[in-house]
């Protein structure tokens, strides 16, 4: 699983068409906030984390992975009881990352693709908590071996997402 670096000559970047960008996102928001009210062992996915993911190091635009944190994140908030920005700041900061890290790295294979899901798996649980705590002043408790199990099953669900969503892309 060798992770390369790429110049900037070689990046591919990608588009999504309209109906993608907008129902590909949805679909998972929703997805997350229905999901596990029937199957209580799924709330340990986080499909709109995955897809701001996928989408951030597809484009590989910071200004656009941003964005679509902020706006994924948002609209997971107001499905959510909790106080609105929380999942939207928390997004943005995976979104502005992932996109930055996208341009360097080889993102198209599934070693890759694993590590770096691994890795904003558990920024995002960072930096919610953080925020969550910190700002917000919810009372959160942190396992290091919960957000592990957490992040090595959205890093596993990541790899067969993402192949799936690899048929949605379009050259830009």
Not at 38 to 63: C, G, K
Not at 139 to 158: M, P, R, V
Request: overall charge positive; glycine content about 8%; aromatic content about 12%.
């Amino acid at each position: 699983m060798p992770i390369t670096y790429t110049s900037n000559e070689q990046v591919e970047v990608y588009r999504f068409s309209l109906p993608v960008a907008i129902a590909v996102p949805l679909i998972a928001v929703f997805l997350q906030a229905f999901l596990p009210l029937r199957f209580p062992w799924f709330s340990i996915f986080d499909l709109p984390l995955l897809v701001t993911i996928f989408f951030a190091v597809a484009r590989r635009s910071q200004v656009s992975g941003l964005l679509t944190g902020a706006l994924i994140g948002i609209l997971q908030d107001s499905l959510a009881h909790q106080p609105i920005g929380l999942f939207g700041i928390a997004k943005t900061v995976v979104g502005y990352g992932a996109s930055s890290l996208g341009v360097k790295l080889d993102v198209e294979n599934a070693g890759t693709r694993l590590l770096l899901t691994f890795l904003f798996c558990v920024v995002h649980q960072t930096v919610y908590f953080l925020v969550a705590r910190g700002l917000v002043g919810l009372t959160l408790g942190w396992s290091w071996l919960h957000q592990l199990g957490y992040a090595s099953a959205n890093a596993l669900l990541a790899v067969l997402l993402f192949a799936a969503l690899d048929k949605l892309k379009l050259r830009a």
